[in-house]
């Protein structure tokens, strides 16, 4: 291993305006989690999951704050660039390679709910790896085009599937708006389990470590991200809250997927079953996050291994293909997605608080030092 | 490098098409209603009726009735494959029957199945039946070439005229699980070469234990809040007008109103004993009156616009008073005392045991606007 670039040269052709962090971020956090968090928020948190909602959103627009925080110590650098900074090469590079393996993971588990739900709800017989190959190749070819064809879609993925959230209108009509009283009738310890039990459906935003050497203005980064995380909130506290008025209670701890059980409902003379339409569509929410993930792990490749980023598109598409076709129940997914939300909470909501620690204290550090040899 | 997968794609939208199963519309049978009924036999298997719609211009007859015996609602379709020259599919099904001697022993199996399903659409009517399924889908109907979707019309017609409320499979799930509230279904019976809503069946969770008529089944949309607005009619109690008619009438009295507006409103008064209040606000105009009434008179509109109020209140507490006897609650009086009392932790089974027992005023504030053209 040969000693890296904190910081990257910035090249123009290659540099994003910093209003796209707010596609960017909303569409990698709005994923095959949105499908069916509610049951799993309202197990915890009950009839008051959309205050866990609230307050996950709230946590996670903090973490921005310390990310955003972090990565202002340096001029134009990414996490590895940090990693290989305050922790040197050997360890700084087993934080990075570690980093890297949490983002092919949470490739893999998108694919692997996404054929899930594909299976359970579209069809039955089709073979997991069959769908996971598709989704495979369009992740690579998105990842191949480079940083601005990934954002590209972002924007397209933000902006076409936009028009769904008026889809809520419909559930509304059964609504039963009783079901929100009392409001806090959970405990604290509830209403936090419950916002704990949103991670797995929040996070997203950590790519922001990655795409930071590619923001043309930096003094917006904050303001536009947070606007992003402002509005996945607002999509998933709308979609909880006609959720929670929609089922009842019972009922929606028996949903699976409960989101497409509410478009279920929706029906036009022209399109009879519109959940199908919703199913198939969401390919394009969640191929930002298939692409984001998988470029920030191959990103890794070239920046702390320093190997040809190419041929590692292929090499990880191919890793992540093999382990989707030995998940094979509904039972093994869900064990799956618990261990995952476990990790994914330690590196999302709590690896943030620890790495400013440690790059503020080696800023002060070096600052003192800087003032004691003048 | 970039051209690769763009390849790879491509060939893949050419080639995927032909990997899953394929349903050709010729080729398949369109489950449209389904009716369940016991066995007669005792020996606990189920019999299902299903209406099988065939898309063929040259069939004389397009619609199948096929009726199977077996334990479960997906065998029968099995079955029923067995015995078809086409694959028999349920993504069609709009109307689910339930013979009244299943329902008394519950659906949540038969429910529980349909939703479990992805192919069948949330919104399939669940209703009973008197006598049996079968009985409704088996007969030949003069004007009625297809069943199913005569059931699913008949249904939604009345559904949307508010006549009685709505029994999506999603509400009765909904209904089922609910601590605070049970749901309903519309009661189908066979008159001759017609189908008829025959009434409104209460539900305890998913048993049936009560049957209203379907004027009273509107009291329940009225109290629960559901309603809109609709035709009603009423039988004034005899002599009731006396007081602004020319001469005693000695018969009950027919009035035909149209309500324009309506609210309900349920508050719990007193937690400890489970005191409710309903208040109701009905703004209505008049169309029909069998007796030769002068309406000119505001005095007289008054007075007919009160005793309206008192038999609606009457009405509404009986179907109250009888639903309540029944164990069940249709209205949502138990979601009103979840919503409002902290830490119940209301269950359904414990309000099962307490609704019987629940006080409930009625207060009705019922208006007429105006009486049509003529006064």
């Known amino acids: 291993m040969t000693a890296m670039k904190i910081n ?17 971020l909303h569409s990698v956090q709005v994923g095959v989690g949105l499908q069916g968090f509610q049951r799993i928020v309202f197990k915890s948190a009950g009839h008051d999951a959309w205050i866990s909602v609230l307050i996950s959103g709230i946590w996670s627009v903090i973490v921005l704050l310390i990310m955003v925080k972090t990565l202002s110590f340096y001029e134009n650098t990414d996490l590895y660039g940090i990693h290989f900074d305050v922790f040197g090469k050997w360890i700084g590079g087993l934080f990075s390679a570690l980093y890297m393996l949490y983002c092919l993971f ?28 598709t989704l495979v190749v369009m992740a690579i070819y998105t990842v191949s085009g480079g940083i601005r064809v990934l954002v590209g879609l972002c924007f397209f993925s933000v902006l076409f599937s936009a028009w769904m959230i008026l889809l809520l209108i419909f559930p509304i009509e059964y609504a039963d708006w009783r079901s929100l009283l009392p409001v806090m009738e959970a405990n604290i310890t509830h209403l936090m389990r419950g916002a704990y039990d949103m991670t797995f459906t929040i996070i997203g935003f950590e790519v922001l470590y ?69 199913i198939t569509f969401w390919m394009l929410i969640i191929l930002p996050n298939l692409g984001m993930y998988l470029w920030c792990a191959v990103r890794g490749m070239s920046r702390v291994f320093h190997r040809n980023e190419k041929s590692y598109i292929y090499w990880f598409s191919l890793l992540i293909i093999i382990p989707v076709c030995f998940v094979k129940t509904r039972n093994d997914v869900n064990t799956l997605n618990g261990f995952f939300a476990k990790i994914a909470f330690g590196v999302v909501f709590c690896y943030p608080f620890l790495l400013f620690a440690v790059t503020w204290i080696k800023k002060t550090y070096k600052e003192r030092k800087r003032r004691k040899s003048i | 490098m970039k051209t690769f997968p763009l390849i790879v794609l491509l060939i893949f939208s050419l080639i995927l098409s032909g990997c899953t199963e394929p349903k050709i519309l010729e080729r398949v049978g369109l489950i449209t209603a389904v009716g369940y009924d016991d066995a007669e036999d005792g020996s606990g298997k189920i ?49 689910a029957l339930f013979s009244d001697r299943l329902a008394k022993k519950g659906l949540i199996n038969f429910a529980d199945s349909l939703a479990r399903d992805p192919s069948i659409s949330e919104i399939v009517y669940m209703c009973i039946t008197e006598p049996t399924s079968a009985d409704i889908l088996n007969h030949q109907y003069e004007n009625i070439p297809d069943i199913g979707e005569y059931l699913y019309r ?3 017609q009345n559904i949307k005229n508010e006549e009685i409320p709505s029994p999506t499979i999603h509400e009765f799930m909904k209904g089922h699980y609910a601590a605070g509230f049970d749901p309903v279904a519309p009661i189908l019976k066979r008159k001759g070469e017609s189908v008829k809503i025959n009434g409104i069946a209460l539900m305890k969770n998913d048993k049936m234990v009560g049957k209203l008529n379907t004027k009273e089944g509107y009291y329940i949309k009225l109290i629960n809040g559901r309603y809109k607005g609709g035709n009603m009619e009423f039988l004034l109690p005899k002599g009731s007008l006396d007081p602004i008619l020319p001469k005693k009438e000695n018969k009950g009295i027919p009035v035909a109103i149209d309500t324009l507006q309506s609210s309900s409103k349920i508050d719990l008064i007193n937690a400890k004993e489970k005191k409710f209040n309903v208040s109701l606000k009905i703004r209505a105009r ?53 919503s409002s009392v902290r830490n119940s932790n209301l269950t359904r089974d414990q309000w099962h045991k307490d609704v019987s027992s629940i006080k409930v005023n009625v207060d009705v504030d019922f208006k007429l606007l105006r009486t049509g053209v003529i006064d």
């Open chain 1, 8 to 24: 990257l040269a910035e090249r123009p052709q290659h540099s994003i305006s910093a209003l796209l962090l707010f596609f960017i």
């Open chain 1, 106 to 133: 949470a490739f893999f588990i998108i694919i692997r709910n996404y054929v899930e739900v594909i299976q359970a709800w579209l069809f039955p017989q089709l073979d997991a790896w069959f769908v996971a190959l």
């Open chain 1, 210 to 278: 990655f795409i930071n050497p590619y923001i043309k203005e930096k003094e917006k980064t904050l303001k536009f991200s947070a606007l992003g995380l402002a509005y996945t909130l607002f999509v998933y506290l709308s979609v909880m809250i006609v959720s929670l008025v929609y089922f009842s209670g019972a009922q929606l701890e028996n949903t699976i997927w409960a989101t497409l059980t509410l478009f279920k409902i929706i029906h036009f003379p022209f399109v009879e079953r519109f959940e199908y339409l919703a």
């Open chain 2, 47 to 95: 019999k299902g009726t299903t209406a099988v719609l065939q898309v063929d211009p040259d069939a004389l007859q397009n619609v199948d009735i096929m009726t199977d015996e077996g334990y479960t609602s997906k065998g029968i379709v099995n079955l029923e494959n067995l015995r078809s020259s086409r694959k028999i599919r349920s993504g069609q099904l709009r109307v």
């Open chain 2, 154 to 156: 008949l249904l939604d």
């Open chain 2, 286 to 338: 008049l169309l029909e009156i069998r007796v030769p009434v002068n309406l000119d008179v505001p005095k007289n509109m008054v007075f007919v616009q009160n005793v309206i109020q008192n038999k609606i209140k009457k009405q509404a507490d009986d179907v109250i008073k009888y639903a309540l006897s029944k164990e069940t609650d249709p209205f949502g009086f138990g979601e009103s005392y979840r």
